[in-house]
């Protein structure tokens, strides 16, 4: 019996499945495109929740007390088109203390005195456009502060903070590959006489 065609049909089938899937990222899962996006406005410090281009909440950030960029040690905040690319914290609690992405077991109450780390939820954040190509690597994170206090102004190093309680639901509901756009710009308002679509149009 000739085993030859059978050897080569394999190792055909195995080279097409290696073609199509180097493009990915080891470990990471496939994305999918969804009606939900996020918009953070720089000059308003606040985030806005989308579905299907439609404004439905608005959260009170803190993007990089340095301004905007991706140059690595700037501390600046990424402008552009990017993915949430990873969801670290599922299940922890509210205030959760993280370190490099692991919880610590800590757990600490809005506005804890004298501390500024990560907590509750981590929403790991993938740049799509050569601004901001670098921010998968700088580790620039949507995340929770205990820091609430300090929310609606630019404080941050270069990552998005948000409280504990907008974090968590968020994070929950928002499915990997969600857009988030960061711009220089004002939020698009709720309402418009031409509708919502012509005010992102400005944003994006």
């Known amino acids: 019996m000739r085993t030859e065609p059978f050897w080569m049909l394999g190792l055909l089938l195995w080279c097409l ?34 579905r299907d281009g439609v404004p439905m909440a608005t ?3 803190s993007t990089s007390r340095f301004g905007t960029g991706d140059r690595y040690g700037s501390y600046a905040t990424p402008l552009g088109k990017l993915l949430i690319r990873a969801k670290i914290g599922k299940g922890y609690r509210q205030g959760t203390v993280f370190n490099h992405r692991i919880p610590t077991g800590e757990i600490l109450p809005p506005n804890a005195p004298g501390r500024d780390p990560i907590v509750t939820r981590i929403l790991w954040l993938d740049g799509k ?20 206090n300090l929310l609606g102004r ?25 857009e988030v756009q960061i711009t220089e710009q004002h939020l698009p308002r709720k309402s418009h006489p031409n509708g919502p679509m012509s005010l992102l149009a400005s944003v994006f």
Do not use: W
Request: proline share 6%; aromatic share 8%; with cysteine.
């Open 59 to 61: 959260y009170p950030v």
């Open 154 to 178: 630019p404080v941050s190093y270069g990552c998005i903070r948000m409280r504990s309680r907008d974090v968590a639901a968020l994070a929950d509901d928002l499915p990997l590959g969600t």
């Open 17 to 50: 499945f290696g073609l199509f899937s180097c493009h990915a990222r080891a470990g990471e899962p496939a994305i999918r495109g969804s009606g939900v996006a996020l918009i953070v406005s720089i000059k308003d410090q606040k985030m806005a929740l989308l």
């Open 129 to 148: 456009e050569e601004q901001n190509r670098h921010a998968y690597a700088r580790c620039i994170y949507i995340h929770g502060t205990p820091q609430e």
